[in-house]
């Protein structure tokens, strides 16, 4: 697949396309707005960068500065987002279904989770995890997992905040051009929904109702990835395999901003957002991993636990609940596809259209459109 030079990539829901209430400053490519987005004026989209409403609203303030593959979603029919003005994410975090204030930091790394709800004014620290429905307070530094508020933050230590990730931005916009410009992700088969901010080296084999989603990264150049039947690899997630293919089985789900390096994933697992799984992790069926875990190299996570921390160990037992969670996340996941894949489908038709009637106007109507 080759990278879209369109930026943002934007695409309806349901009928429902995004309001952008004023210009876009800068939006890199790879960018997605996608859905039931309300956007302020003057945001800046970092390579990779999403906002995805779908199973609920995205509410953004002006002067969003979103950052290199970083996700900001919803909760289905539960919790959507809500950012304030002048926000500043850094790269690789995750703002989900939750709160954030005016002039907040959120550093690279973070997970912001379901309900939470964080103050005015307030930083939460790079690799932190912001639990669900916690609620920081406003203008104080905030770390850890979970994370809780340590310290005040004054304006001059912000602003300075704000700048340094507003900055450091350009080196990672420049540092991804080269990866995303020599794309060759490859399908090996039609089945499945495949993003089209997809993006890396290596072959995609996908079984029926499987998903990948925006600005995920393939690095399996000899070995692939498969998905089995039914399971959805979010937003903004890598899958590499160096050693060993990543395999997921049915009915799973990988959250947003993940990275499975190696990894064997079994059927009816749920990954939270934000974890990292060390390679030659072996996921066991009906598993749930908490967001922000992490495991050690060649960890055996067993079946029927909940698993969670940094390396992951066992906390509970699942019960119906959380089994039923992560059946209704697989669930969710393959009607999000079929919407996005029939919109996506008549997007791309258009762009390319579009861009054979410049060709001709060009009188270049004889050159390949590749």
Same mark, same amino acid.
């Given at each position: 697949?080759?990278?879209l030079q369109n930026s943002p990539f934007v695409l309806a829901y349901e009928g429902v396309h995004p309001t952008l209430k004023g210009p876009?400053?800068?939006?890199?490519?790879?960018?997605?707005?996608?859905?039931?987005?309300?956007?302020?004026?003057?945001?800046?989209?970092?390579?990779?960068?999403?906002?995805?409403?779908?199973?609920?609203?995205v509410n953004v303030g002006e002067e969003l500065h979103l950052g290199l593959h970083s996700t900001v979603h919803i909760s289905h029919a539960l919790y959507g987002a809500t950012l304030g003005e002048r926000v500043s994410v850094g790269a690789n975090s995750v703002v989900h279904a939750c709160t954030v204030g005016d002039d907040c930091v959120i550093q690279d790394g973070v997970s912001v989770l379901d309900g939470a709800m964080i103050g005015n004014g307030s930083v939460v620290a790079a690799g932190s995890v912001v639990f669900p429905r916690s609620i920081l307070p406003p203008g104080h530094?905030?770390?850890?997992?979970?994370?809780?508020?340590?310290r005040p933050v004054d304006t001059v230590e912000l602003n300075a905040l704000h700048a340094c990730i507003r900055a450091d931005a350009r080196v990672g916009s420049l540092a991804a051009t080269p990866r995303s410009s020599h794309s060759s992700v490859t399908r090996g088969d039609k089945c499945g929904y495949v993003a089209a901010t997809v993006?890396?080296?290596?072959?995609? $084999?996908?079984?029926?109702?499987?998903?990948?989603?925006?600005?995920?990264? =393939?690095?399996?150049?000899?070995?692939?990835?498969? =998905?089995?039947t039914g399971s959805n690899i979010q937003d903004n997630t890598v899958l590499r395999s160096s050693e060993r293919a990543?395999?997921?089985?049915?009915?799973?789900?990988?959250?947003?901003?993940?990275?499975?390096?190696?990894?064997? =994933?079994?059927?009816?697992v749920l990954v939270g957002m934000g974890s990292t799984l060390a390679p030659g992790? =072996?996921?066991r069926d009906n598993v749930l991993?908490?967001?922000?875990?992490?495991? +050690?190299?060649?960890?055996?996570?067993?079946?029927?636990?909940?698993?969670?921390?940094?390396?992951?160990?066992?906390?509970?037992?699942?019960?119906?609940?959380?089994g039923g969670l992560i059946e209704q996340s697989a669930a969710i996941y393959r009607e999000y #596809?079929?919407?996005? #894949?029939?919109?996506? #489908?008549?997007?791309? $038709? +258009?762009?390319?259209a579009g861009w054979q009637k410049d060709r001709i106007g060009l009188g270049l109507k004889n050159l390949p459109l590749a």
């Amino acid at each position: 697949m080759k990278l879209l030079q369109n930026s943002p990539f934007v695409l309806a829901y349901e009928g429902v396309h995004p309001t952008l209430k004023g210009p876009v400053r800068r939006s890199e490519p790879g960018s997605a707005v996608l859905g039931r987005v309300t956007l302020g004026g003057q945001a800046v989209l970092e390579p990779f960068a999403v906002l995805r409403g779908d199973g609920h609203v995205v509410n953004v303030g002006e002067e969003l500065h979103l950052g290199l593959h970083s996700t900001v979603h919803i909760s289905h029919a539960l919790y959507g987002a809500t950012l304030g003005e002048r926000v500043s994410v850094g790269a690789n975090s995750v703002v989900h279904a939750c709160t954030v204030g005016d002039d907040c930091v959120i550093q690279d790394g973070v997970s912001v989770l379901d309900g939470a709800m964080i103050g005015n004014g307030s930083v939460v620290a790079a690799g932190s995890v912001v639990f669900p429905r916690s609620i920081l307070p406003p203008g104080h530094w905030c770390e850890g997992s979970p994370a809780v508020p340590l310290r005040p933050v004054d304006t001059v230590e912000l602003n300075a905040l704000h700048a340094c990730i507003r900055a450091d931005a350009r080196v990672g916009s420049l540092a991804a051009t080269p990866r995303s410009s020599h794309s060759s992700v490859t399908r090996g088969d039609k089945c499945g929904y495949v993003a089209a901010t997809v993006t890396g080296i290596g072959e995609i $084999r996908m079984d029926a109702g499987s998903s990948l989603w925006f600005g995920c990264v =393939i690095e399996a150049a000899d070995l692939g990835v498969t =998905i089995a039947t039914g399971s959805n690899i979010q937003d903004n997630t890598v899958l590499r395999s160096s050693e060993r293919a990543v395999t997921i089985g049915k009915n799973s789900t990988i959250g947003h901003n993940v990275l499975l390096h190696d990894c064997v =994933i079994g059927a009816r697992v749920l990954v939270g957002m934000g974890s990292t799984l060390a390679p030659g992790t =072996i996921v066991r069926d009906n598993v749930l991993v908490a967001a922000g875990s992490s495991t +050690a190299r060649g960890q055996v996570l067993d079946s029927g636990w909940l698993w969670a921390g940094r390396p992951a160990r066992p906390i509970s037992r699942l019960d119906q609940r959380m089994g039923g969670l992560i059946e209704q996340s697989a669930a969710i996941y393959r009607e999000y #596809a079929l919407e996005f #894949a029939v919109n996506q #489908a008549a997007a791309l $038709r +258009a762009m390319a259209a579009g861009w054979q009637k410049d060709r001709i106007g060009l009188g270049l109507k004889n050159l390949p459109l590749a």
